[in-house]
């Protein structure tokens, strides 16, 4: 077939045979002289692919093309689908017909001293549709220049992002929301821990009076059926308080305030405890009650001495509740040992009634008891268990039962440790004598009746007591010159509660500033015992207070220090 030229006649010679395009829209080839077939071939061939090329950018790209005043030249397809208007809405018109104006007048003067230095902008616009509608671009404008650097105007290439900015905006939005879900989540748990210090204070108070006159009656001579009647009154309370001390570590459990305090002890000796805490009770029941710590166990180990304590005493007391005749046995053995850490198993193992194999899985479970029958003989809230897979958990342990019923019941758990630096127990405890008569003794106290059953207490050892109604009085008898020994200072008071009035005799001069001030409170969470600390007091004892307890205190804060009587100074009772 013969080679057939192109027609060039409706070609403009006059053409620069660099456009792309003429008028027609045709290639370009100049008046064609000088090209072979091939080339002219070559060429239509580009031509073809430069309009595919067109077609593409002008169904997919939003471009458009202006003259050095922004006035729209060109405009694709896209560009008008995404806006709204037509091509012949569009040309000869500005970009502002897209504004938005939800850009301030700053984005616009810095993109236009960008691009008018001839420099290519980039950034996110936000623009409107003819309907109405808000939609986001990426944009980028390059300056567009002729052969001899003549500034002709701008091209716009943008990609639609609205989806994108949807998006963001959806999972800023979620993020807020669960942010604020959060925020109300710590409120409330803040809230749950406050609440049950209050009701810890407002049943402890109470219960105070009751085991304080209790404690002082039965120091008192009674006839064994008095006595009898004394000491079952005493129980009862003791039961009661148990409940109540059960209730509050879940609450505080589950506000999640029980922080861990890792220091090196000893897990044998601290099985040995619990062993000597229940033996009273075992040998009542006419139960043998032992520990046994295999040879492997470190004698110290790193982690929460009284967590793990309160574990082993609540897994051996449930255990003792079910046991009516053989034995209860505590084992501590080694699961696995490397040398960054280590992991301890604890058993605790009874002859007792044994559980029902579909009771076990809900063993755990707060308020919760295998036996939950009005029948049942053994009492309890059921939270014990419940109290001890937290704690267990907390400490980054396991917890699970096994038993066969009329066999008895094993109790076990796993508790990662750490390696303790030094191989060595902590030395015992200094004893400390208890100061004798004479002692100065202020006490800050507005409940009447704990007045009462503190100086009952204290009236026995001789000491010289002052009563304050609040932490305001406290504060005006050190004010007035008067001295005391020590200070025992209830927390939650009107007119001025412990902490603040502490903080007042604290800044006073003379030895108001280093008397020993002991905080008597029912609020004993860990977080309240820092803060009664940082506000300047030396010790807390726990209401109901336990005589015991609170000359352990006194003992402690009078250690190597001369009474007001030795140092010759002068203080009245008021």
Not at 356 to 376: H, K, M, V
Not at 380 to 407: H, N, P
């Amino acid at each position: 077939m013969p080679n057939r030229k192109p027609k060039t006649a409706a070609w403009e010679p006059s053409q620069a045979v660099d456009d792309p395009f003429n008028v027609a829209g045709r290639p370009n080839l100049g008046d064609g002289r000088g090209r072979t077939e091939a080339e002219i071939a070559q060429a239509l061939i580009d031509f073809e692919n430069l309009k595919v090329y067109q077609r593409a950018i002008d169904t997919h790209q939003i471009v458009a093309m202006t003259d050095r005043q922004g006035r729209i030249q060109h405009v694709s397809d896209m560009f008008c689908a995404i806006s709204g208007y037509s091509r012949e809405e569009l040309l000869g018109r500005t970009h502002a017909v897209v504004n938005s104006g939800l850009q301030p007048r700053k984005f616009w003067v810095d993109l236009w001293r960008t691009i008018g230095r001839g420099r290519t902008w980039s950034g996110e616009i936000c623009n409107r549709t003819k309907a109405g509608d808000i939609y986001w671009v990426q944009s980028t404008i390059f300056p567009l220049h002729d052969a001899t650097g003549k500034h002709l105007g701008f091209l716009a290439v943008r990609s639609d992002i609205t989806g994108l900015k949807n998006a963001k905006a959806a999972l800023l939005d979620e993020t807020r929301r669960l942010e604020e879900a959060r925020d109300a989540a710590e409120a409330a748990s803040r809230a749950k821990t406050e609440f049950a210090a209050t009701v810890s204070h407002e049943i402890r108070t109470p219960m105070n009076g009751v085991l304080g006159m209790l404690t002082v009656l039965l120091d008192t001579k009674l006839d064994p059926r008095q006595r009898h009647w004394a000491e079952t009154a005493r129980d009862s309370a003791r039961g009661l308080l148990a409940l109540l001390n059960d209730v509050l570590d879940f609450s505080k459990l589950e506000a999640d305030a029980a922080d861990l305090e890792l220091i090196a002890c000893n897990p044998g000796k601290l099985a040995g405890e619990v062993v000597a805490l229940l033996t009273d009770q075992a040998r009542a029941k006419g139960v043998t009650l032992r520990a046994v710590v295999a040879a492997d166990v470190p004698p110290q180990v790193v982690c929460d001495p009284t967590k793990l304590r309160q574990v082993l005493f609540n897994l051996a007391g449930n255990a003792l509740k079910f046991t009516s005749e053989g034995a209860v046995a505590i084992t501590v053995s080694l699961a696995h040992a490397d040398p960054e850490q280590m992991r301890l198993h604890v058993k605790i193992s009874d002859t007792g009634c044994g559980i029902d194999a579909g009771a076990i899985p809900r063993l755990f479970d707060r308020f919760t008891q295998a036996d939950s029958s009005t029948t049942r003989t053994h009492g309890g809230t059921g939270l014990g268990l419940a109290i001890s897979k937290k704690l267990v958990e907390r400490m980054g342990g396991e917890i699970g039962a096994t038993s066969t019923q009329g066999v008895g019941s094993t109790f076990w758990f796993t508790l990662p440790c750490g390696i303790a630096d030094e191989v060595a127990d902590a030395p015992d405890a200094a004893i400390l004598d208890v100061p004798g008569p004479g002692l100065r003794i202020l006490v800050a106290e507005d409940n009447a009746v704990n007045q009462r059953v503190i100086e009952a207490m204290l009236d026995t050892f001789g000491y010289v007591i002052d009563l304050a109604a609040n932490g305001e009085e406290a504060v005006g008898m050190f004010r007035r010159g008067l001295f005391y020994d020590l200070v025992l200072m209830d927390i939650q008071m009107p007119e001025k509660d412990g902490m603040m009035a502490t903080r007042e005799i604290r800044a006073l001069s003379g030895a108001a500033r280093s008397v020993p001030i002991i905080a008597l409170t029912a609020n004993v969470f860990d977080e309240q015992r820092a803060a009664y600390m940082a506000a300047g007091m030396d010790d807390v004892v726990a209401k109901p207070i336990d005589l015991e307890l609170l000359m352990a205190a006194i003992a402690r804060a009078m250690q190597g220090r001369e009474t007001v009587a030795e140092q010759g100074k002068v203080s009245v009772a008021i």
